[in-house]
């Protein structure tokens, strides 16, 4: 059972959630009354709306002012209090899950993408035989563009942005770089240079902060294409991730805070709405923001120990506890006919495929195969969402339950695999879930001190399944798996029918050939199209037999003299 270490946040745990709204305390302009717009003025698109979809790293579920945050976020606020707030929305855990997803409206067990993230050496990348959302929206006459982290693979040119359905291609491929040098280390001594234009390396382009370059690229484009062409930008910011780092100028108004981590944390998500402000401008400044969409996700739960709060959930990024899968999201735009309210309908990141593609016009048949469905009636109109169910993962591999069995399992499913379903009000997990504390935002103001104040879970060490009622009790506070074996079978059921739907893992061992140092000192495609067939069997294999090429021997000096320029040129902590 939890030991309490902390009582008296029942009020802000209400209001951090979204039960209740700190939107109470504002004029009543900004409450979440929904207002609906008069019949001559509903925005529902005669014309192909402009779609802006933000996507930010790792921003926990308490790091966004209306959840009740230490943090200013006054840009995400106002679009999110004009909108419709996502109260009841999922993403995945860790950060390839949740944009294969994204891209392809298909849970990861239908792209082999299960197991945990593509590493940057990995012969491995979003399956090429799926039809990605930008290539669905050039089909529906849009101009596609993305800006920011793709971490879907790069290991040969057909896995590349520009390759995959986007027009043009600013950003990193891997998935944790520099803010200002862009360079990316995998493992010691393999580091190298990640920031491209295009399929081309942008050496010119470093020692500018990504969060602001990323949002000058977005406002170049809306100002060099016409509003009358539909325009789909994909904005993946790198922030708040890993490295801690932001411009001088936003850590000032946190300068009290005394968690050293959460400070700069903070300072970079005030940035990012900063940036989010700066774009919402463009969109108004050339003509396109009465035509409009914006929505805005996270990708995974907050990393507790770099900074981020998912207070009140229980868990953090990388576990399948709601601080891991529950999502901040919201839609702003012009175009929706009940503004101003907050829905609670359920909602999933595999979702937006078929929402956007059918408001652009284009088709969507049941041949394709989605797990995502149209939520825009639940979003504009406050219809009930046509989804009941969400398939959080299954992840064959990664069996490291204490315990677990198919007994355990009713003789339906092997605990021991890490599972996880959302089914109506009903959430099953089984194997090992990953950290399960809560972890109150006081915990942040003083570490480590005061880090012996967590909630900590205790009656977990041999349990392999755990059943919570998500609406009643979205803390997950209270297990209900030997009191409701009904709704535990009822759930292992489903999950062994998913099962049965899934394609075998991709996860590849490392191609030494992949070490940027081969490759210029740059991270960038490294097989080529004469090798495909030797590397599908390496895939399945998981070995490798080339001949290692040689080490480039100024590589490393291009690079120790790279980071200190960019050291010198920027303005930063």
């Known amino acids: 059972m939890a030991v309490h270490a902390l009582t008296g946040f029942s009020l802000v745990s209400l209001l951090s959630f979204g039960y209740m709204s700190w939107d109470w305390v504002k004029p009543a302009v900004l409450g979440d009354d929904p207002i609906e717009v008069p019949a001559n003025l509903q925005g529902s698109p005669s014309k192909p709306p402009h779609i802006i979809f933000i996507l930010t790293d790792d921003q926990g579920f308490h790091d966004v002012g209306y959840h009740g945050s230490d943090i200013q976020t006054p840009t995400l606020d106002r679009l999110a209090a004009e909108g419709v707030k996502l109260e009841n929305y999922y993403i995945q855990p860790i950060c390839t899950p949740s944009r294969s997803q994204l891209i392809t409206g298909r849970y990861q067990i239908h792209t082999g993408l299960q197991h945990s993230i593509i590493r940057p050496r990995q012969p491995n990348c979003l399956p090429l035989n799926q039809v990605t959302l930008p290539q669905k929206l050039q089909e529906a006459g849009y101009s596609t563009h993305m800006v920011g982290k793709w971490h879907l693979g790069f290991y040969k040119k057909e896995c590349l942005p520009t390759r995959r359905g986007f027009d043009t291609f600013l950003g990193s491929l891997t998935g944790n770089v520099d803010y200002y040098s862009y360079d990316n280390c995998d493992g010691p001594g393999v580091c190298g240079f990640d920031l491209h234009e295009g399929e081309n390396v942008a050496w010119d382009q470093a020692g500018k902060y990504s969060t602001l370059l990323y949002s000058q690229r977005v406002s170049q484009i809306l100002a060099s294409h016409s509003p009358s062409q539909p325009i789909f930008i994909y904005v993946a910011f790198q922030a708040v991730h890993t490295p801690l780092q932001s411009p001088r100028e936003y850590i000032y108004p946190y300068r009290g805070m005394g968690n050293v981590a959460r400070r700069k944390y903070a300072a970079m998500v005030t940035c990012m709405d900063a940036a989010v402000k700066n774009i919402t401008k463009a969109l108004k400044k050339y003509g396109y ?285």
């Not at 059918?358 to 797990?371: M, P, R, V, W, Y």
């Not at 599972?419 to 972890?439: C, E, H, M, N, Q």
């Not at 915990?443 to 399944?465: C, I, Y």
């Open 289 to 573: 923001y009465d035509n409009s969409i914006i929505v805005f996700s996270s990708d995974n739960g907050g990393q507790t120990f770099s900074g981020g709060s998912n207070w009140p959930l229980r868990g953090r990024k990388g576990t399948y506890w709601e601080g891991g899968v529950r999502g901040l999201g919201f839609v702003h735009s012009p175009l929706i006919k009940k503004k101003r309210r907050i829905t609670r309908s359920l909602m999933h990141i595999t979702d937006w495929y078929p929402t956007l593609v059918k408001l652009a016009g284009g088709n969507i048949s049941d041949a394709e195969g989605l797990d995502g469905y149209d939520i825009w009636g639940a979003i504009s109109e406050g219809r009930e969402s046509p989804r009941s169910e969400v398939l959080h993962n299954i992840d064959p591999l990664y069996n490291l339950a204490k315990s677990g069995s198919v007994e355990e399992g009713q003789g339906i499913w092997n605990t021991a695999v890490q599972a996880s379903i959302r089914v109506k009000d009903f959430k099953l997990l089984t194997g090992d879930p990953g950290y399960s504390d809560w972890i109150p935002p006081q915990t942040l103001t003083n570490f480590p001190g005061s880090w012996w104040n967590l909630e900590r879970h205790t009656d977990g060490a041999r349990k392999s399944v755990w059943l919570f009622n998500i609406t009643a009790d979205p803390y997950e506070r209270n297990d209900l798996s030997t009191v409701r074996p009904d709704v535990v079978k009822e759930l292992l059921t489903r999950l062994a029918h998913y099962n049965r739907t899934a394609i075998p893992v991709r996860y590849p061992a490392e191609d030494p050939r992949g070490n940027p140092e081969l490759n210029g000192g740059a991270w960038g495609p490294w097989a080529s199209e004469d090798d495909e067939e030797e590397e599908d069997n390496w895939i399945m294999k998981g070995e490798y037999t080339k001949t290692k090429k040689k080490k480039c021997k100024i590589c490393k000096l291009r690079s120790f003299f790279r980071k200190l320029n960019t050291r010198l040129m920027s303005n930063r902590i």
